[in-house]
């Protein structure tokens, strides 16, 4: 049992005796003590007063002494108005540590077969272009959510919806056949993902020359600016190839089809690469080339339950007005499904493969409206988890110059930032002077995990719902609140025990019971024993960066402790030892948090 709930158990106690009255036990406010003050603990009174019918004073006073007379958990205790600090007694910090010491997964809850199934979306790729960093933030965020909902003991499923059919894969078709002489990732030397990229920002280029020279001419035949760009946008030939390559793939056009597949499955050659770097996988992958015409079957089956209606021209609509929301198009006039109509096929596709519990969406927050909608529909189509599926909404990351824009080619690669940040972490080591007894393999193994170590962390410990400024060289920083600092902090422990164990020094197999401690000792066991509650509020609130907020605040301490005490020179058997089972247990628990944001923690740096 942990502290504080030894001692709300004893307050509870205290009441009935002093009061002849029980209290719910949310009635029992006890938060840390604040540094002005003696004491690790602090009851708030006040809700209690309406039980002691007396003054805050005396009331804190007289529960204080029963604690300090009945309870072996309290040493002493003082009275600020209406304030009890409690100091905790020092066997109570030591048989903490004890506890989270004598379980290697601390913190973590394993899920049973009975557990609640939460699947979560993320990645959500176009096949006409690489990932980029904005596709880093989500899939991190999406990987990290998933380590996080299952070590609150939930089932996870982890899944991926490919947007790999539309006008915009066609663009990429059509460049590739007018510009690319049967170029293939193979003779180009390129990532498939790349070179299908290059056929995108091709299509812009050539797209936008062919506005610009009809514009001038429709201007010349007497039209103002603005309606002759939107004319010229409209008649340009490349759109309306592009438009009739996409007419094609709908009919099921056997070339086009033919040239689709093979454009994707070098797309799909060239994600898994940098889904390996990343560190993130996912156990099923949805296309939406197969579940558009799911989705149209269920807006089908709406329209003949009068969940949705038809309109004159022949297009279907959702009426949310009752729901203070406006009318949403499912299917155009033409037939033609939206996104919306292939997020509901694809919802059908998913509860058909799994008993969901819990659906989880990691979609940037520019979507926040389209999920809100999506929300209701799928609830009035009877999928029992539509009503509650959590839209996980994330800011933007943007560069020092403005947004990223595929088809204009001003992105930040995810391929050539991983490659930088391992570069990078390696430049820094090697102008350290660090590794120098390292192997060659064993220094780059190091480099990338110091370089994903500083990526993964600085995209997570920002709250995701925040927009994030992203500067490349700004962001690779090895000192304060960084991924490397934390895994230095953790390398430094690795080496003090492996120092232990060469100077003979074993640790204990139970802790010393009478060890003096100081304060920054039982802070340090106080912090420890938290992670368990931080991890269950991480997934209540969906925030992988409170998770990176615990971790920095812990190995911040730890370094505080380590530069003003002794470990393994320190004579007192019984401290050294109570020290290292303590180092010990801050690497467990800081590699098992950093591990819930898919970062590796190395043995040295």
Known sequence: MKIEQQLAADVLAAIKELYGQEVAADMIQLQKTKREFEGHLTLVVFP???????????????????????SDTVQAFNVIKGFLNLVVAPGKWVELLAQVNADPHYGLTEA??????????????????????????NNLLGWSMAQIMAACGNRVVKTNIVNDRGIHICKSMLAWQKYGNGETPETSGKKGDHLIGDYYVAFDKHYRQEVSELAARYQQQGLDAEEAKAKAEKEAPLMKEAREMLVKWEQGDAEVRGL??????????????????????FDKIYYESDTYLEGKEKVDEGLEKGIFFRKEDGSVWADLTAEGLDEKLLLRADGTSVYMTQDIGTAKLRFQDFPIDKMIYVVGNEQNYHFQVLSILLDKLGFEWGKDLVHFSYGMVELPNGKMKSREGTVVDADELVAEMVAQARRTADEAGKGSDMSEEEKREVARI?????????????????NMLFNPEESIDFNGNTGPFIQYTYARIRSILRKAEDAGIHL???????????????EIVQHVADFAAVVKQAGQDYSPSAIAAYCYDLVK????????FSILREEDEQKRAFRLVLSQNVAKVVKLGMGLLGIEMPERM
């Open 260 to 281: 689709w597949r093979r454009m994707n499955e070098w797309v799909y050659a060239g994600f898994d690469e940098t889904y390996k770097a990343l560190g993130v996988s």
């Open 450 to 466: 110091v370089g994903m170590g500083a990526l993964k962390y600085f995209l997570l410990k920002v709250d995701a719902r925040k």
């Open 508 to 522: 204990p197999e139970s802790l010393p019971e009478n060890v003096e401690l100081s304060t920054k000792e039982e």
């Open 557 to 564: 301490e730890y370094n505080q402790f380590y530069h003003d």
């Open 48 to 70: 209690l007063l309406r039980v002691s019918r007396k003054k805050p004073e005396d009331t804190a006073l007289e529960i204080g002494q029963w604690l300090a007379a009945h």
């Open 112 to 137: 049973t077969d009975e557990s609640p199934l939460v699947m979560i979306e993320y990645s959500s790729p176009n096949t006409n272009k690489p990932l980029h960093l904005g596709h880093v933030r």
